[in-house]
């Protein structure tokens, strides 16, 4: 089946710095991706979706100068969490769609992001 | 506005099948039906879809009512590991329509 790798699986960074979660679609070509944002007992919030050669478009609500997405070609999209607070700390998932498989999503296996 | 409503907890025996009621009272003739599932700490698994008819794979049954508007995900045999979050999400699948996730339903399924 289709497999989407997010890297890292976790991550533990001081409050300021940026953070890469990868998004990789390791064997088909996914035309759009989206991240989502878990925080604890909740469930997933749509950030942001990101076609391929083109800027993201953003939820209401989700700072897209504080959230880079970059998704440079059909198999990588990657979210940066730039200036990290604690409040960032939550589950990081991404999906990835393709319209010739079933299903057409496919997620990722999320990042777990801890901001001290 | 919530699409479905499903309910919150449910537990179910292991070995017993596990009956999970969804309702989509709003959905639309183009739209799917989809269930995942998610374990804790990981990214969401996707389980069975479907439009009108039922379906069945290797993991699970999927019942649509007639009128479209509810449906169940039947896990016939639960295990331990089927202990998750179920996702009841209805979806137009394409390119740049976004799937949005519920509440879901926490499933416990005990010894």
């Known amino acids: 089946g289709a497999v989407v790798s997010q890297h890292p699986s976790w991550v533990i960074c001081k409050s300021g710095t940026s953070v890469k979660i990868e998004c990789r679609s390791l064997?088909?070509?996914?035309?759009?991706m989206f991240w989502y944002r878990q925080f604890p007992k909740q469930s997933l919030m749509l950030m942001a979706t990101s076609n391929e050669g083109s800027k993201a478009t953003y939820e209401q609500g989700v700072e897209k100068d504080k959230f880079l997405i970059n998704h440079a070609s059909l198999t990588l999209s990657t979210l940066t969490v730039t200036s990290a607070h604690p409040e960032d700390s939550s589950f990081y998932i991404c999906?990835?769609?393709?319209?010739?498989?079933?299903?057409?999503?496919?997620f990722g296996s999320g990042t777990r992001l801890t901001v001290v | 506005d919530a699409k479905t409503t499903q309910p919150t907890s449910m537990d179910c025996a292991e070995g017993r099948a596990a009956n999970l009621p969804c309702n989509h009272s709003?959905?639309?003739?183009?739209?799917?039906v989809y269930w995942y599932r998610q374990i804790h700490s990981q990214g969401p698994q996707y389980i069975i879809h479907?439009?009108?008819n039922n379906e069945t794979n290797e993991m699970a049954s999927l019942i649509i009512t007639e009128d479209r508007k509810s449906s169940t995900l039947i896990l016939p045999h639960a295990t331990l590991r089927d202990t998750a979050v179920y996702y009841c999400?209805?979806?137009?699948?394409?390119?740049?329509?976004?799937?949005?996730f519920g509440a879901g339903t926490r499933l416990t399924v005990k010894p």
């Open positions: 709003t959905i639309s003739g183009n739209e799917y």
């Open positions: 999400i209805v979806h137009w699948p394409d390119a740049n329509n976004d799937m949005r």
């Open positions: 479907g439009l009108k």
């Open positions: 064997d088909f070509q996914a035309t759009t």
């Open positions: 999906s990835a769609w393709d319209r010739a498989r079933v299903p057409g999503y496919t």
